[in-house]
T-cell receptor, first 111, second 115 residues
């Protein structure tokens, strides 16, 4: 059974810091991995999707990497801003359409 | 473009009652999903559908039923509501699904309390 773990569960940083969120998964037979952002009381917004054959994806200040063989992904956020405060979730997908989510990392960026 | 629309946004049910959570998408996506999210936790897959007329169980299907008569709609039915079903329910969709590397689109969720 696939298990996804996100560390740390919560993180508080001052504005301007670069930071890394971690995601690990137990079964490397994945089709892709996605990072999502969730604001309080809201649904999920997809940030980055990495295909199993890719090593990283970038969007603005966000960079996600994938090491499928070791079962790890990281989300790097550069020059953090208070508006980045949210919960970040990673999810792994099989080619049968099933998904497994981590419990998320709640990020607070202090002005 | 409305995306994924879920109704209602909030609902309180009594134990033993039943209800249907509605989900509609206007993006012509083949794959649709239902998840539940308990406080402080990630999402758990309840059911998913790869197209009209086809549904399959996810990780936590007990106590729920789904149907997919059209591409646009994917309702989730709760029969005999129990306190353990108190949660936030999210519907999602993406195109093609199995061989797609397109991200999922999520609705804003339905907050359900069973008392």
């Amino acid at each position: 059974k696939q298990e996804v773990t996100q560390i740390p569960a919560a993180l508080s940083v001052p504005e301007g810091e670069n930071l890394v969120l971690n995601c690990s998964f137990t079964d490397s037979a994945i089709y892709n991995l996605q990072w999502f952002r969730q604001d309080p009381g809201k649904g999920l917004t997809s940030l980055l999707l990495i295909q199993s054959s890719q090593r990283e994806q970038t969007s603005g200040r966000l960079n996600a990497s994938l090491d499928k063989s070791s079962g790890r992904s990281t989300l790097y956020i550069a020059a953090s801003q208070p508006g980045d405060s949210a919960t970040y979730l990673c999810a792994v997908y099989t080619n049968a359409g099933k998904s497994t989510f981590g419990d998320g990392t709640t990020l607070t960026v202090k002005p | 473009n409305a995306g994924v629309t879920q109704t209602p946004k909030f609902r309180i049910l009594k134990i033993g009652q039943s209800m249907t959570l509605q989900c509609a998408q206007d993006m012509n996506h083949n794959y649709m999903y239902w998840y539940r999210q308990d406080p402080g936790m990630g999402l758990k897959l309840i059911y998913y559908s790869v197209g009209a007329g086809i549904t399959d169980k996810g990780e936590v299907p007990n106590g729920y039923n789904v149907s997919r008569s059209t591409t646009e709609d994917f309702p989730l039915r709760l029969e005999l509501a129990a306190p353990s079903q108190t949660s936030v329910y999210f519907c999602a969709s993406n195109p093609q699904g199995k061989y797609s590397n397109q991200p999922q689109h999520f609705g804003d969720g339905t907050r359900l309390s069973i008392l």
